[in-house]
Every structure is written in structure tokens, then in C-alpha cells.
């Protein structure tokens, strides 16, 4: 039996115990409570028709929530969740200052360390300035940290510091555990790849960096330099350019500002974009928008065949959920699913953390070692994972 729950967060989790599953944000909050059930597409199936199938027989307004990895050949996770309070807003505003992390001995392994990925990016630069007949534009690269402490990382507490930025969504999503010990997936992602609700779509792409600063001014500083910034522009228009032409063959009307805006996190500056449009036809589920747009090069580049192939030959890990799109969808075929970065898998006792930068002509490999760890800083900081320092080789201290 489905049961929709509404009531104060405090009593859900009191009697529920904490969600297995959520998404938090100043605009919506999604908790779904007590068993998940997987969903498996029948084999050749497509995304939207395993979730369609399973409305066939269950409440409208239950939800589906899962993630797509990364390789859109791999296999999704998907749960059916039949206990669910969504709200159209953070259910428990959070206090103003996030609970600190407990205090934990971390051991830290960069992988790749940060030579490496600088070669990796110079890599790519280098086969970018080679082609002259259609030539790579844009390539996504990342890096990860894993970070492992005694005790098991606490999911709940791990997902409530994230949730106090409120310019994110921040984000838990139990995975396949096939090993045993229970994984999930965590994070804090700034970037909605695509929301739906009844004949109209949001998508809202980032790309083009810069670390936040303390000090005020070169805050400041920071973010007008980004805005001038012609490389970030470029990196920022391919992504903008990419999901126009996807949607627009399913789009009645379809909206995009004049020029790109500056959007902050708590640690981060990027150039945003808000597409907006009226689908030609409103029964077009989420999912299989979502699906059709993933991965846009936020995530991996373009052409988008060439950058994948590239990404698997510079990236020494499959990055399995990481840069996938991560989300909900109801019966109604409303949802949201988001890029899912500024995240963590999460096992027992071990953070995998993920950052990835775009790479286009005029980037600078030790410019995006830096921007790659800035982007790490959110989960470090929920984490408690202190600060690691990274030198440009010949930089003084
Ligand atoms: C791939 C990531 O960020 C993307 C989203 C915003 C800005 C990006 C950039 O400026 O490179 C990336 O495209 C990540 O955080 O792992």
C-alpha cells in the first residue's frame, strides 16, 4: 500500500527513521522513508517505459528516484518508493550555522594526484590544438579523492550539512551494493539538468568556475573576472548551445536570457544559463528528457563521442554514478533530475569524492588543478576532511 505522509520532518524521521533516499533544496524537498524497491528494466527496455510500466499499477503521486551513471551504457539504479513527503519548499529551514562534522582521522589518496591530472589536461589541450578538421571543443576531465576514516561515515548528518547551502540540492541515493557493504551516493549538486511539470521544462546548465573567496572584495574580484572571462564564456556557451538543440525538436517554445548569469554556492562562482520551455507535448515524461540530455558537456564535451572515448582513456577510473544525472519522477511523468557533481560514493567507512573542469582552448592545466579543488571543498568541508595543499610546481609557499 502507498502512503503519502505530510507532516514536520522532526515526526518523519522520528517515526520513520531517517529517509533512504532524498533531494533538498530551497525550492523542493523529496524524503522518501522505509524500504526502497528496485526497479529493473526489462532488458532493451528504455528508461521512460520501465517507469511508465511501473505507474501502470501504482499511485500517480508515488515516486520513482535513482541515478544514471556516467557511461550511458551502463545500468541505472532505480527505486520505487512508496513512502515519500514531498513539499514545495526545505520542510525545517536549517539552523544558520550547520552542525560541525565529528572530528575524524582521515587517510587521504588523490587519484590521480594532481601532476598527473595536469598532464592529463595538457593532454587534451594538446590533441585539441592538433585537429583542424572537426576538432574537439570541449572536454570535462576529473579527479577524485578517496578518503577513508575508522567509523562509518554518517549519511543523515553527512546530508543535513550539505542542505544548509541553499543554492544547491543536496542529495542522498542508495546504490546496488553488490559487494555487501551498503553504498550510497551523496552530494550537494549546484545544476539542474532538467525539471518538469505538467508542459513545461527548466533546465539551468552551468560551466565556467571560480573558488569563492573570504575576503569581500576579492569575492568580488573573482566573480567579475569570471564574467569577462572569455574562455569560461566559451566553455559556458557550448553547454548552453548543446541543450538548446536537444530540446528544441520537443519544444512548442523555448526560452534562454540574453547572455550568461553569475551564480554562486557557498564555495564556488559559475556561469548559469535558465533554459525555459513548453513542450510540444506535455505527456513527454521527465525521465526520458533528462535521459536524452545526459551527458550534456558540463559533464563530458563535445563532439560528445570523442570526449567520452578521450575521458576513458585520461581518467585512470570509470567514474561510474559520477557526472550522471541524478533525480525523481512521478506517474504523472513531473520530476527532476540533476547533474551529479560536488559529490561522494559513499562506502562504510571510504569517500570516493569527484571533481571534474571543463577544458577548451586557453585552459590552463594548473588553473584547473585549482579549480578542481576548489570544487572538492563543499564535501570536504561536510566531511571535516581538512584543507589539502596543492602546489604548482615552482609556486613558492
Ligand atoms: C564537472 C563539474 O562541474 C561542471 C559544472 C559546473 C562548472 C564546470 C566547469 O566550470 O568546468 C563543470 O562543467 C564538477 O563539479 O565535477
Same mark, same amino acid.
Given at each position: ?139 570535462? =576531465? #576529473? *579527479? +577524485? ?7 562509518? @561515515?554518517?549519511?543523515?548528518?553527512? $546530508?543535513?550539512? &550539505? ?62 573576472? =569570471? #564574467? *569577462? +572571462? ?7 556557451? @557550448?553547454?548552453?548551445?548543446?541543450? $538548446?538543440?536537444? &530540446? ?150
Amino acid at each position: 500500500m502507498i502512503t503519502q505522509i505530510e507532516k514536520p520532518e522532526a515526526s518523519l524521521a522520528a517515526t520513520f527513521g531517517e529517509p533512504r533516499a532524498a533531494f533538498r533544496s530551497r525550492q523542493e524537498t523529496i524524503e522518501a522513508f522505509g524500504p526502497l524497491q528496485p526497479v529493473v528494466p526489462e532488458p532493451g527496455a528504455d528508461l521512460a517505459g520501465a517507469v511508465a510500466a511501473v505507474f501502470e499499477e501504482m499511485d500517480p503521486d508515488s515516486v520513482i528516484a535513482g541515478a544514471l551513471p556516467f557511461d550511458t551504457g551502463a545500468a541505472a539504479c532505480l527505486w520505487y518508493a512508496p513512502r515519500v513527503h514531498r513539499s514545495g519548499k526545505m520542510i525545517a529551514p536549517p539552523p544558520a550555522k550547520a552542525d560541525p562534522p565529528r572530528s575524524e582521522r582521515w587517510r587521504l589518496r588523490p587519484d590521480p594526484d594532481a601532476p598527473l591530472y595536469a598532464r592529463a589536461v595538457e593532454r587534451a589541450l594538446a590533441l585539441m590544438a592538433a585537429d583542424a578538421i572537426d576538432p574537439l571543443r570541449k572536454v570535462v =576531465l #576529473s *579527479r +577524485s579523492l578517496v578518503a577513508e576514516t575508522d567509523r562509518p @561515515i554518517d549519511l543523515a548528518g553527512l $546530508l543535513s550539512r &550539505l542542505s544548509h547551502d541553499p543554492a544547491v540540492t543536496a542529495f542522498l541515493m542508495p546504490l546496488p551494493s553488490p559487494e555487501g557493504t551498503p553504498r550510497a551516493l551523496v552530494g550537494a549538486t549546484p545544476e539542474r539538468l532538467l525539471t518538469k511539470r505538467d508542459g513545461t521544462i527548466l533546465s539551468h546548465p552551468l560551466a565556467g568556475s571560480a573558488r569563492r573567496a573570504k575576503d569581500l572584495g576579492a569575492d568580488a574580484a573573482a566573480a567579475a573576472a =569570471l #564574467s *569577462r +572571462s572569455a574562455k569560461d564564456r566559451h566553455e559556458h556557451a @557550448i553547454v548552453v548551445e548543446f541543450i $538548446l538543440d536537444t &530540446l528544441a525538436p520537443h519544444c512548442r517554445r523555448l526560452w534562454r536570457p540574453e547572455g550568461a548569469a553569475l551564480v554562486s554556492t557557498a564555495t564556488m562562482w559559475h556561469l548559469g544559463t535558465r533554459i525555459m520551455g513548453e513542450l510540444k507535448d506535455a505527456e513527454t515524461p521527465a525521465i526520458a528528457l533528462a535521459a536524452l540530455l545526459h551527458p550534456t558537456p558540463a559533464v563530458c564535451g563535445l563532439p560528445r563521442t570523442r570526449a567520452s572515448r578521450l575521458i576513458g582513456e585520461l581518467e585512470p577510473y570509470d567514474r561510474g554514478f559520477y557526472a550522471g544525472t541524478v533525480g525523481w519522477c512521478d506517474g504523472r511523468g513531473d520530476g527532476s533530475w540533476h547533474v551529479t557533481i560536488r559529490c561522494a560514493e559513499i562506502a562504510g567507512c571510504t569517500a570516493r569524492l569527484y571533481a571534474g573542469a571543463g577544458i577548451v582552448e586557453g585552459s590552463d592545466p594548473w588553473g584547473e588543478v585549482d579549480e578542481t579543488a576548489a570544487k572538492f571543498g563543499a564535501m570536504m568541508a561536510a566531511l571535516g576532511i581538512p584543507p589539502v595543499a596543492e602546489k604548482r610546481p615552482g609556486a613558492r609557499s
